[in-house]
């Protein structure tokens, strides 16, 4: 991982391969960010050569210039911010962002000096820094090992001034978390399954104050925990439940976060089509995003209890596979009548959600790569939040929006319950194929439990089927392939209850 530090000498003399600078868009092009503090012939160098370039300053936007006057770093990277218009209002977010394009335009050198923003930004550039320098090299072979660039090896974030905030110890521990996030979607499934997934979590909560708890196939059997166990039976690879426990004293508030892990979906006997599996090792985004939030909580001591909940999972089509008929009884004893085997998430989702209403916290929060319906409504970079509860769905879009997350409440109309009356069992898993993903959260509403007062547990449900997985180029700190999407929300989120 990139290492990071801040500084507040002058970012002129910096003794490192690369200065990176912001840009903003201006009405003839590319225009130095306000308050880019460098000397009058550094500035006046950049600004013709931007000109001549013709570059524009847009988000995303690199433009690299060698032998600046008056910078001792080799090289100086102007990087667009964009303008502050409807689409990313947010200045932290803006230079989060070019934070990211930078340090992923900077994989192969050894140190560069980020000065963009004012102090306030701080600690957004450092997120995006360390976001943006990420590259999944786990499994290249001896054809690309050798000529792979690695990310940047270390990285310094301009600050004027003290600061009372780690700004670096805080950034890195989020960006470790997402980065964690990302490694587990990006792991093929042939590597990464329930057993494995549960391992990888166990050992990385090692030493931690976390602690772990992993339900096999007969502790879920014995546990009632049918959804699960339906999904998982067409496979070889046995499903798992992990409970993940977070609980500091004095904890101002016990939340439940329920995460979706089908480490590989091909669909069951409703089988996807080819192209339809191709990115199907990302659905376990949802469980990946929970395991690092919670550890990430632990790390940063945030003083709120946060139990996880991973519901594993691989669904295939084996002898054993469930099929459209078929009726499960859920944990809590609810039977449900299996109508499209392809809608396996909402399955583990729901005894997740069961098991998770019996210790009834103050309030549940379940992440899953739910339905291809919110991509269709929402895109493949915004994530739909649903409630039962006003407050918290905008509460947990809130959180999503302040950390650089694209997010949208959606609502739950209850003539959408109907849909999936069952004459032969408690009610069906689908319904109506209008209005899909909110199909899938009525159904997983049906689930939350009650608290102590008799009232039904305040209950969210985010559906990152868009964000999880970037099958197009990078941008801003974005990768192609897993995108860690949910874990600086569910941290945001938490650290809002404290």
Not at 2 to 17: C, N, R, W
Not at 21 to 44: F, Q, W, Y
Not at 102 to 110: E, I, S
Not at 365 to 376: E, K, N, R, W
Request: charged share 20%; net charge neutral.
């Amino acid at each position: 991982m990139t290492t990071l530090t801040l500084t507040d000498g002058k970012i002129a003399s910096a003794k490192v391969d690369a200065l990176v600078v912001a840009s903003t868009a201006g009405t003839d092009g590319a225009v130095l960010a306000e308050g880019t503090d460098l000397p009058k012939n550094a500035r006046t160098h950049l600004t013709s050569n931007l000109t001549a370039t013709g570059a524009t300053g847009k988000a995303d936007e690199v433009a690299t210039f060698a032998g600046v006057p008056g910078v001792s770093a080799g090289l100086v990277l102007v990087v667009g911010t964009g303008k502050a218009d409807a689409a990313v209002p947010d200045a932290a977010e803006r230079y989060r962002r070019a934070a990211g394009a930078g340090a992923r335009a900077l994989a192969g050198k050894k140190s560069a000096l980020f000065a963009l923003g004012g102090a306030e930004h701080a600690r957004a550039v450092a997120e995006g820094v360390l976001l943006g320098a990420y590259a999944f090299q786990t499994f290249l072979g001896e054809g690309k090992s050798s000529s792979a660039k690695a990310p940047l090896e270390a990285a310094q974030v301009h600050v004027k001034g003290r600061h009372k905030e780690d700004v670096a110890g805080q950034a890195s521990v989020v960006a470790d978390a997402v980065r964690y996030a990302r490694d587990l979607v990006n792991t093929p499934p042939n590597v990464l399954f329930p057993e494995s997934f549960a391992t990888s979590v166990s050992k990385r909560a090692a030493g931690s104050k976390v602690k772990l708890e992993v339900w096999d196939a007969d502790k879920l059997q014995a546990e009632g925990c049918g959804g699960i166990l339906g999904v998982g039976q067409g496979s070889g690879r046995p499903p798992r439940l992990v409970t993940m426990t977070y609980k500091p004293r004095g904890a101002k508030a016990h939340l439940a976060f329920v995460g979706k892990g089908i480490t590989f979906d091909s669909g069951g006997l409703c089988i996807k089509p080819g192209t339809g599996m191709v990115t199907m090792k990302c659905d376990m985004a949802g469980a990946a995003a929970v395991a690092a939030a919670v550890l990430a909580l632990a790390e940063l001591k945030v003083p709120v209890a946060v139990t996880g909940y991973l519901c594993l999972a691989e669904n295939m089509t084996g002898d054993l596979a469930q099929r459209p008929g078929d009726i499960v009884t859920m944990r809590g004893g609810r039977t449900v009548e299996i109508i499209n085997t392809d809608a396996e998430g909402r399955l583990v989702m729901a005894d997740g959600i069961a098991l998770a209403s019996e210790h009834k916290p103050d309030a549940i929060v379940d992440i899953a790569t739910l339905t291809g319906a919110c991509v269709i409504a929402l895109g493949n970079r915004t994530m739909g939040v649903m409630a039962n509860d006003d407050e918290l769905r905008e509460r947990v879009t809130g959180a999503a929006s302040l950390v650089g997350e694209a997010a949208w409440g959606m609502p739950l109309p209850e003539e959408i319950r109907g849909s999936m009356d069952s004459p032969v069992a408690d009610l069906k898993h689908t319904g109506d194929r209008a209005g899909g993903m909110m199909v899938a959260a009525k159904f997983l509403e049906e689930f939350v439990g009650k608290n102590d007062a008799g009232e039904t547990i305040k209950w969210s449900h985010i559906d990152i089927a868009g964000p999880a997985f970037n099958e197009k180029s990078a941008w801003g700190y974005t990768p192609t392939g897993g995108t860690g999407s949910g874990v600086r929300a569910l941290i945001e989120l938490a650290q809002s209850y404290a």
